[in-house]
């Protein structure tokens, strides 16, 4: 019984998706079959919602593509699919309700909303970059920040966007390092670490492939870099001994509290672990025993994480 519910429902969208053009499946009443207006908000004839906003609740004329409730604005193509899908199965089956589809909704009425009204491009575009950084699309997030940076360069969350962007470079680094392109891989490490010189896991990693191509003496450079901005790591300690690097005594111990550097703290602040923080799941540590700075070996990538990242 619930099988063929759920069954009828799946194949409804697929039948709906792949059959009808979107202008006929909202100027035709579903429930009835009576020709509807664009103006019209419910069918004339049995009063069924034509374009209501799940979200929201608002009844939107037929003609709208997203919510025209006060600050919902909600793709609406998508909803008119999944209204004819009775509320009960629609909850059951979790229809359009996983993060990533939400986010991928919030995608589409920030485009619209940056056409509809370019004076919220500065709230909107700073949203569109935090929602890749949560789909955990580093490439689209870094060029995204920069896009903002470029639009808005004296911003107030200037330093919290540069700890973004840093962090988003490093995860892109990583994505062409695990393809075995080291070029690109090197070139987004060291854009990472001159976008936040603080962020000491970029330097490591640049320290890493300046390793791997034998160039010691930037290896060495690099590794000093990464223990100036997390004194004590234990992973560039490792490495400046291994060059035969001279270690300032002061950076040999992690520094206090109070001296965290005001850019790293901010990320704190805002719901961003502070290097270094556990490795998420596309990166792999550059620390000391998973790859020596000599093996030539190429760490299997991580498998995507879910929709539901953790950050
Ligand atoms: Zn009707
Ligand atoms: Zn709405």
Redo the contacts with the bound molecule.
């Keep these: 019984m619930r099988f063929t519910r759920i069954l009828t429902a799946v194949l409804l969208v697929a039948a709906l998706l792949t059959a009808l053009p979107s202008w006929a499946i909202r100027v035709i009443c579903l429930q009835c079959s009576t020709i509807a207006e664009l103006t019209d908000e419910t069918c004339k004839k049995c009063k069924y919602e034509l374009n209501k ?6 009844l ?1 004329p037929v003609s709208a593509d997203f ?3 006060e600050d ?3 793709p609406l193509a998508e909803m008119r699919l999944l209204g004819r899908i009775d509320e009960e199965t629609r909850k059951e089956l979790r229809l359009g309700q996983s993060e990533r589809a939400q986010l991928d909704r919030e995608l589409q009425s920030i485009d619209y909303l940056l056409e509809k009204d370019p004076s919220k491009a500065g709230k909107l575009l700073f949203r569109r970059a935090r929602i890749y950084q949560q789909m955990d699309f580093p490439a689209k997030e870094a060029v995204a920040w920069q896009e903002y940076l470029q639009k808005f360069p004296d911003t107030k969350k200037k330093s919290i966007i540069t700890v973004f962007l840093s962090e988003a470079l490093r995860k892109w680094g990583y994505l062409f390092y695990s393809q075995g392109d080291k070029e690109t891989a090197l070139a987004k490490y060291v854009a990472a670490t001159a976008a936040n010189p603080a962020n000491a896991e970029a330097w490591l990693w640049v320290g890493r492939m300046k390793s791997e191509a034998k160039d010691n003496k930037a290896a060495a450079d690099a590794y000093l870099k990464a223990l100036e901005a997390e004194p004590g790591n234990k992973t560039a300690i490792h490495f400046l001994r291994k060059f035969k690097r001279q270690i300032p005594a002061a950076l040999l111990t992690p520094v206090k509290k109070v001296a965290v550097p005001a850019a790293r703290k901010a990320a704190t602040a805002s719901g961003t672990p502070p290097a270094p923080a556990p490795a998420p799941q596309t990166t792999v540590s550059p620390d000391v025993p998973s790859v020596s700075p000599d093996a030539p070996a190429i760490p299997v990538p991580a498998a995507q994480p879910p929709a539901s990242g953790t950050n």
């Design positions: 906003c799940l979200k929201c609740g608002t939107n919510c025209e409730g919902c604005a909600e």
